[in-house]
């Protein structure tokens, strides 16, 4: 029996504003943001999501306030929204009742598909995994985890416990997202239970989903940017700059390119709502999605570059927040494959796929360009 949500109205500054009081102190050591999942938990957002078709512009506000506050909470809870997204477009009633009152609990999950290169992750032939996981965000606050493993007939999810799981921290040491605490879990010798496999070979990487999932990344980077952005103006107010000429030229460089940011946010749920309700807008979908995150990312940059500039030197030295906040947009980035995204964009608008100003729209027809 799915449990009905019982969700809190929360203002995006101040959701922000608490999962942010913490971020610095986690940062230096490395640890687990669990103040930031606390208040996350507080208002019902770990075990209720929004996750229904309709509701994902509000989802892409959400994890945008979440990694306004901090990345790393960002990071680590688009990979629990994530995990909720399959594990509710594919898993049987049963597992769907199961791991969703596990949510309900307060329990986090995460999606780690990337293999440790020298131990992948397999099927062994005595009914145990082999191998590990590596980037496995999270790991040291989560209670389970969706992990990918190929098999003859593509590739297979799994909802494995991680309760008792080595963990290899040794590698981490990241410029920036330290608390994302991206570490290595090993798999090694784990029996398989059938209730763990979720779904059918490659639904994880069914279209116009996986591809089009980029879309939650690129609203935490959203919410980094904005971050900046209220940093660099703030330092100005501190220190009397914000009326100097030019500091208003950056002010308003960076605002513009912040808002632009929510704009492709609010296009992307409109084409996600249109390829739930019409599957032949799928592939719109994942077009709007990388030209999403591909302009998001140059934004981003800009918005980096521009605060930089704005506040000086004294931005680059901690405990100064500035500091912090760069190392850790620069590095959350560097997601997988920008040029591919970017490609593929570009191969749809050469093919008449995807035009300007018809967002929500089909490509062709209905009193367009």
């Not at 995006?12 to 999942?37: M, Q, W, Y």
């Not at 739930?276 to 999605?289: H, K, Q």
Request: charged share 25%; glycine share 12%.
């Amino acid at each position: 029996m799915r449990l009905d949500p019982i969700r809190h109205a929360v203002d995006a500054d101040d959701l922000a504003a608490e999962i942010g009081r913490d971020a610095a102190k986690h940062d230096r050591d490395g640890s687990f943001p669990a103040e930031g999942f606390d208040a996350l938990r507080r208002h019902g957002l770990v075990g209720w999501p929004p996750l229904a078709p309709g509701e994902i512009g509000r989802l892409l506000r959400l994890l945008a306030a979440v990694g306004r506050g901090d990345l790393s909470v960002g990071r680590i809870y688009e990979g629990h929204v994530n995990a909720l997204f399959l594990i509710r477009a594919y898993g049987t009633a049963d597992q769907r009742d199961h791991l969703e009152a596990a949510a309900a609990r307060g329990e986090l999950f995460g999606v780690w598909n990337t293999d440790a290169p020298d131990r992948p992750l397999r099927f062994g032939d005595d009914g145990c995994l082999e191998g590990a996981k590596n980037f496995s965000s999270g790991v040291d606050g989560l209670a389970q985890a969706v992990v990918t493993v190929p098999s003859l007939e593509g590739r297979r999810m799994l909802v494995v416990p991680l309760d008792g799981r080595p963990v290899d921290r040794s590698w981490w040491h990241p410029m920036g997202m330290r608390a994302s605490g991206s570490h290595i879990v090993d798999f090694e010798d784990l029996p398989i239970r059938p209730e763990w496999l979720l779904g059918s070979p490659d639904d994880y990487v069914r279209p116009p989903w996986f591809f089009a999932g980029a879309i939650r990344f690129a609203a935490v980077h959203v919410g980094g940017m904005h971050a900046v952005f209220d940093t660099a103006l703030q330092h100005l107010q501190e220190t009397g700059r914000a009326g100097d000429p030019y500091q208003l030229h950056r002010l308003a460089r960076m605002g513009i390119a912040v808002e632009e940011g929510y704009n492709w946010l609010d296009r992307t749920a409109l084409a996600w709502e249109a390829a739930a309700a019409d599957p032949a807008a799928g592939d719109s979908l994942v077009a709007t999605a990388n030209a999403a995150r591909s302009a998001i990312e140059a934004h981003a940059l800009a918005v980096l570059e521009e605060a930089e500039r704005s506040v000086g030197a004294a931005g680059m030295i901690a405990p100064h927040p500035l500091e912090r906040l760069v190392r850790d947009l620069r590095t959350y980035l560097r997601q997988p494959n920008p040029d591919g995204a970017l490609a593929s964009f570009g191969k749809a608008v050469a093919e008449g796929g995807w035009r300007p100003g018809r967002a929500g729209l089909p490509a062709k027809g209905g009193g367009g360009r």
